[in-house]
């Protein structure tokens, strides 16, 4: 099992946990600490987390850098994150995320669209599960992707803060929750 450390910063819509490896990021959502889902799913996929219930102030480079980096895209001061990421999943699941890497901010694809680029056009769906499967909310945007007609469809942490992402990348407006 790799280890990895996880610390805790605030947003506009919330506190956010994140955790990294050595390798990069791994793990980043809304609320005070990973889920026991997400502790499950780091686990399946060989990453330990020892500070996860009580995260850390950030003691890491990578840890740090997620943190400013998180800071300055709510402030609208960054539109592409350069972090390192260690994302882990099926290699279906890698492929949706790296296509997800691509979307510009501000811009939206469907869940077809991203099917199309990922070489699986009949996939729109599991191109839907992968996307809530996403392990690093916000930096990995699965909130750019939405239904064929442009409905918010699903999102891990609420419809309400996907809409606030996209409403904040597409107009700067800063929304509270």
């Known amino acids: ?10 947003s506009l819509l919330g506190p956010l946990w994140i ?3 050595a390798a990069g990021v ?3 959502g809304f609320g005070e600490h990973p889920s026991d889902a997400e502790v499950r799913r780091m686990a399946r996929y060989g990453i330990a987390c020892d500070s996860i219930t009580r995260p850390e102030p950030a003691s890491s480079p990578v840890l740090e850098a997620a943190v400013a980096q998180l800071a ?5 001061r960054l539109k592409v994150f350069d972090v ?8 279906f699941q890698k492929a949706v995320w790296e296509e997800l890497l691509t ?3 501000g811009k939206t694809l469907t869940y077809g669209e991203v099917a199309m680029e990922v070489e699986r056009p009949r996939a729109f769906q599991a191109v839907g599960q992968a996307n809530g499967a996403n392990p690093v909310a916000i930096i990995v945007p699965c909130h750019r ?5 442009g ?3 699903g999102y891990a942490a609420g419809v309400e803060r996907k809409a606030a992402l996209l409403q904040l990348e597409q107009a700067g407006l800063q929304l509270r929750l």
């Open 151 to 153: 409905a918010l469809t």
């Open 72 to 76: 300055d895209y709510f402030d609208r």
């Open 103 to 105: 979307i510009p901010y």
């Open 1 to 10: 099992m790799e280890h990895c450390e996880c610390t805790m910063t605030t």
């Open 19 to 21: 955790c990294a490896t």
């Open 26 to 28: 791994c793990g980043l």
């Open 84 to 91: 390192p990421l260690d994302l882990r999943g099926t290699p």
């Open 145 to 149: 992707v939405v239904g064929r007609n």
